[in-house]
């Protein structure tokens, strides 16, 4: 394999059309300006200090760009695995050098379970978390994270991992309000909602291509005027926290110290920052892969995040993920191929060497402001309609997952929320509905007849299973069978197993049980449209061995041969 068999599909493309990197050098040049502030502001909610969310924005972007699964998305520190990182960490005392220690150990077990995942290849678990519960946590997450910046916002230290902790934060606090930081966070905070969610007026005046980009620029303008301010108004004076000089150097490859205690007392958190950064990356990674037409592996998206948190944790920073504000910000920009990601990396690195000193004096309160106007996006409303108007059962694990979030953390909100969703899951298939059919007309099909203008026949009773059958819904389906054909009338029932694509022992027991009830009722029970992989489970079985009637391979079949007067069973 010669040096190209080294290289990612996409570096050998710009070799071959060099012309299409021409896009590709200033958006990643802009996002390297515009991703700055967010990645100092995110930093912070994570309670770490704010150059980790610098070195969390360089080496891992570099990394995904070059293995990972998509070409646009842009993956760095973002507000979920922060308020996550923070909620993980909450029992131990914020910005000391053992939390900054377990925050990139953290990094490492984040990125070695996705790393593992990607592996074995279990990029399909992510099917098992519904939409509702996703968009519900995400959404709690939104709404922490805005509690979690009020205490920038009006100076005063507040506990925010959950809504209970926050009121009882506020009853207990004996602190007042600080004025100054309070009028600059909430002034701040202000403007830049407006600007955010008021794009259209405000920024009307400009051509429409550039309108975002107004809204994004007067982030940084506002930013830039605070440090002016701080520095020649005396904010320091005033007793509003600032920020301090940042490191300037590169970051060092450390390896933290860790015991086995640390590791375990971490998994769980571990585990759950896994989940929910591969779940938010791949879907919007897999959605711009469908948009622009490209092949998407997710055991790939897993790999990719993996090594990107690993090298994250290396380089003295903390767990990171793909988001759909960073990805969005990237595509606005107009990036086109990964290399747009690793020119703002480099961007990054060099801001922070050379411009870095610069950034001394940014309050706080204009960090938290930059968050909340940003996260107020996740609250995902729109999801939580659609479902209430087509699958209430998934709009009900939104709200499992969205107030157990807010009231009791994170992580207790992400494991209710399965645990729903799984209830529901097992609810709908226990629920097994079980149709009444007939003949349409003179076809060969076979509907409900509730449903449709159907023929039904004497002494002849259809039933279709529309479920899998296993031990969840066995006992269920079984009472349903016994009342469906109480009839004196009936001398032959047919179940047709279309839909049936699994059958587990306690469903053959079942089957049993209600073929001995038929014999005992002179009836005789027969199978039809059988699928191959359960046949081949049921045919060594008493289901088989045992059953009164016959096997047949159409319900037309059945009904051809069951109706005929000389039928002799």
């Known amino acids: 394999?010669?040096?190209?068999?080294?290289?990612?599909?996409?570096?050998?493309?710009?070799?071959?059309?060099?012309?299409?990197?021409?896009?590709?050098?200033?958006?990643?040049?802009?996002?390297?300006?515009?991703?700055?502030?967010?990645?100092?502001?995110?930093?912070?909610?994570?309670?770490?200090?704010?150059?980790?969310?610098?070195?969390?924005?360089?080496?891992?972007?570099?990394?995904?760009?070059?293995?990972?699964?998509?070409?646009?998305?842009?993956?760095?520190?973002?507000?979920?695995?922060?308020?996550?990182?923070?909620?993980?960490?909450?029992?131990?005392?914020?910005?000391?050098?053992?939390?900054?220690?377990?925050?990139?150990?953290?990094?490492?077990?984040?990125?070695?379970?996705?790393?593992?995942?990607?592996?074995?290849?279990?990029?399909?678990?992510?099917?098992?978390?519904?939409?509702?519960?996703?968009?519900?946590?995400?959404?709690?997450?939104?709404?922490?994270?805005?509690?979690?910046?009020?205490?920038?916002?009006?100076?005063i230290p507040l506990n925010t991992d959950s809504l209970i902790n926050l009121f009882l934060s506020i009853y207990t606090s004996t602190q007042p309000i600080h004025l100054p930081t309070a009028l600059l966070g909430i002034g701040a905070t202000l403007l830049f909602i407006i600007s955010r969610y008021g794009e259209s007026i405000i920024w009307g005046w400009l051509p429409a291509q550039w309108r975002s980009f107004g809204n994004r620029f007067f982030v940084i303008l506002i930013v830039a005027t605070s440090i002016w301010l701080s520095h020649h108004i005396g904010f320091e004076q005033m007793q509003i926290r600032l920020l301090q000089p940042l490191p300037t150097g590169l970051p060092k490859?450390?390896?933290?110290?860790?015991?086995?205690?640390?590791?375990?007392?971490?998994?769980?958190?571990?585990?759950?920052?896994?989940?929910?950064?591969?779940?938010?990356?791949?879907?919007?990674?897999?959605?711009?892969?469908?948009?622009?037409?490209?092949?998407?592996?997710?055991?790939?998206?897993?790999?990719?995040?993996?090594?990107?948190?690993?090298?994250?944790?290396?380089?003295?920073?903390?767990?990171?993920?793909?988001?759909?504000s960073r990805t969005s910000l990237n595509l606005s920009v107009g990036a086109k191929t990964p290399l747009a990601s690793i020119i703002c990396a480099l961007g990054v690195l060099l801001i922070l060497l050379v411009f870095g000193q610069y950034l001394t004096g940014l309050?706080?309160?204009?960090?938290?402001?930059?968050?909340?106007?940003?996260?107020?996006?996740?609250?995902?409303?729109?999801?939580?309609?659609?479902?209430?108007?087509?699958?209430?059962?998934?709009?009900?694990?939104?709200?499992?997952?969205?107030?157990?979030?807010?009231?009791?953390?994170?992580?207790?909100?992400l494991v209710v929320g399965l645990l729903a969703s799984f209830a529901m899951m097992i609810y709908r298939t226990h629920q097994v509905h079980i149709a009444i059919v007939g003949r349409v007309g003179d076809s060969e099909h076979f509907r409900n007849i509730e449903r449709h203008t159907a023929t039904t026949f004497d002494g002849l009773l259809l039933l279709r299973i529309d479920e899998s059958l296993?031990?969840?819904?066995?006992?269920?389906?079984?009472?349903?069978?016994?009342?469906?054909?109480?009839?004196?009338?009936?001398?032959?029932?047919?179940?047709?197993?279309?839909?049936?694509n699994h059958i587990d022992l306690s469903a053959q027991e079942m089957l049993c049980a209600f073929n001995q009830s038929c014999i005992k009722r002179g009836q005789h029970l027969h199978l039809a449209e059988v699928k191959g992989p359960v046949m081949d489970v049921l045919k060594t079985s008493p289901v088989i061995e045992n059953l009164s009637g016959c096997i047949f391979l159409s319900a037309n079949q059945a009904v051809q041969s069951l109706t005929k007067p000389s039928t002799d069973l």
Request: with cysteine; hydrophobic share 55%.
């Open 253 to 324: 490859i450390t390896l933290p110290n860790f015991s086995a205690t640390t590791l375990l007392d971490l998994l769980p958190s571990a585990l759950l920052i896994a989940l929910i950064a591969f779940i938010s990356s791949s879907t919007i990674s897999a959605q711009q892969a469908r948009i622009r037409g490209e092949s998407y592996d997710a055991n790939k998206e897993l790999g990719g995040l993996g090594l990107a948190n690993i090298t994250s944790g290396l380089f003295g920073g903390f767990a990171v993920s793909g988001g759909i």
């Open 363 to 413: 309050p706080y309160a204009i960090l938290a402001a930059v968050i909340i106007s940003s996260v107020i996006s996740m609250i995902d409303t729109k999801t939580l309609i659609n479902a209430w108007q087509l699958d209430k059962s998934d709009a009900i694990c939104f709200g499992i997952t969205f107030f157990t979030s807010i009231l009791f953390g994170l992580n207790s909100g």
């Open 1 to 155: 394999m010669g040096i190209q068999g080294l290289l990612p599909r996409w570096v050998l493309q710009l070799i071959q059309h060099p012309r299409t990197a021409l896009s590709d050098i200033p958006a990643g040049l802009m996002m390297a300006v515009l991703v700055i502030p967010q990645s100092l502001g995110y930093a912070t909610l994570a309670g770490l200090p704010p150059i980790m969310g610098l070195y969390a924005a360089i080496t891992p972007v570099i990394v995904y760009a070059w293995i990972g699964a998509s070409s646009v998305s842009s993956i760095g520190p973002v507000a979920i695995t922060a308020i996550m990182t923070a909620s993980a960490l909450s029992g131990y005392a914020t910005g000391s050098l053992q939390y900054i220690s377990l925050a990139i150990v953290l990094a490492f077990m984040v990125g070695g379970i996705l790393l593992i995942a990607g592996l074995i290849r279990l990029g399909w678990i992510m099917q098992f978390v519904s939409r509702g519960v996703a968009s519900g946590f995400i959404s709690g997450a939104a709404v922490l994270i805005i509690f979690s910046q009020l205490k920038h916002i009006i100076g």
């Open 470 to 500: 296993y031990f969840g819904n066995a006992q269920s389906v079984h009472a349903n069978l016994m009342r469906l054909s109480d009839d004196t009338n009936i001398h032959d029932i047919v179940l047709i197993m279309t839909a049936v």
